[in-house]
């Protein structure tokens, strides 16, 4: 069994979802005079990849030191959407459902091509991996219900559709942009198609029941579309704590992993060895 990473790089360039702490590190220490290098950081929860808990909507719900590692790591499937869906989009289950088989209480990991906007990626753009990626409606989240998901996984800044979110107050150039693609493409406009009633729906509506997600996945997302694999999700221990930064992994069969790595060698990758999602054709 091998591991491929679905995590991106966190240092003090990451942007944090807007508004929130980002990373800021120092030494206060070094190895001359005090013979060891030592660091302090200052951050929020929600910067680089990392995972909602309970408690960051729901009063009452669990701390991420209470999720148990078998609701953490299981079965599941990363379904690629980016076919489907562009800036201000939705999506829907049954786009899921058409690509990848989905089996009750699976880990899903949602595909939207937007971590290649992230910015660790030569085609970086912070506005459109933060406020323009696409999302889902409630449609989604009654689905999400319905199937037991455990836990879901995002490769954008949100699991919610950015101008469901207060970014739409934010950023109201955006809101237009989105506003006007909203009645063309849906007929109905922004403000009608995600009301009040449906503010921010994926966090909301499904942490009461124990559905969270972790959001900015990413790093070799791109080898493993459209597949079934084991995936696990590791924050910290974290006794109280609302969200938390981690590492997301998928498992795959040792002749597999040579073959996703041969699949990786013929791929662009990121200045820290990711692969971007150009690859050249056998």
Avoid at 100 to 113: A, N, P, R
Avoid at 254 to 270: I, N, P, S, V, W
Wanted: with cysteine.
């Amino acid at each position: 069994m091998k591991l491929i990473d679905l995590t991106i790089p966190i240092g003090i360039a990451t942007p944090p979802w807007p508004t929130y702490e980002p990373l800021q590190m120092k030494y206060f220490k070094r190895l001359a005079p005090n013979g060891a290098n030592g660091q302090v950081l200052t951050h929020s929860n929600h910067v680089g990849t990392h995972l909602d808990g309970e408690i960051h909507f729901y009063t009452p719900g669990k701390d991420i030191a209470s999720l148990d590692m078998d609701f953490l790591c299981g079965p599941g499937a990363v379904v690629d959407l980016s076919d489907a869906v562009g800036d201000y989009d939705i999506y829907t289950s049954e786009m899921v459902e058409e690509r990848v088989e989905i089996k009750e209480s699976d880990i899903l990991i949602i595909h939207t091509g937007y971590h290649r906007y992230g910015w660790d990626q030569p085609t970086a753009d912070e506005i459109r991996y933060m406020v323009k990626h696409p999302g889902p409606d409630r449609e989604f989240g009654v689905w999400c219900r319905e199937k037991k998901i455990k836990w879901l996984g995002v490769d954008c800044g949100s699991a919610d559709h950015p101008m469901n979110t207060i970014i739409r107050d934010w950023m109201p150039r955006q809101a237009k942009e989105a506003d006007a693609h909203f009645r063309k493409k849906y007929g109905q406009p922004l403000a009608e198609r995600f009301d009040d009633s449906k503010y921010q729906l994926m966090h909301i509506e499904l942490f009461p029941y124990g559905i969270i997600h972790a959001e900015c996945v990413g790093g070799d997302i791109d080898l493993l579309l459209n597949e079934r694999c084991t995936i696990g999700c590791f924050p910290w221990r974290f006794v109280d704590g609302e969200s938390s930064i981690g590492r997301i992994v998928a498992f795959v069969e040792d002749d597999r992993y040579e073959e996703l790595m041969a699949k990786k060698a013929r791929c662009q990758l990121t200045r820290f060895g990711d692969v971007t999602g150009v690859c050249k054709q056998v």
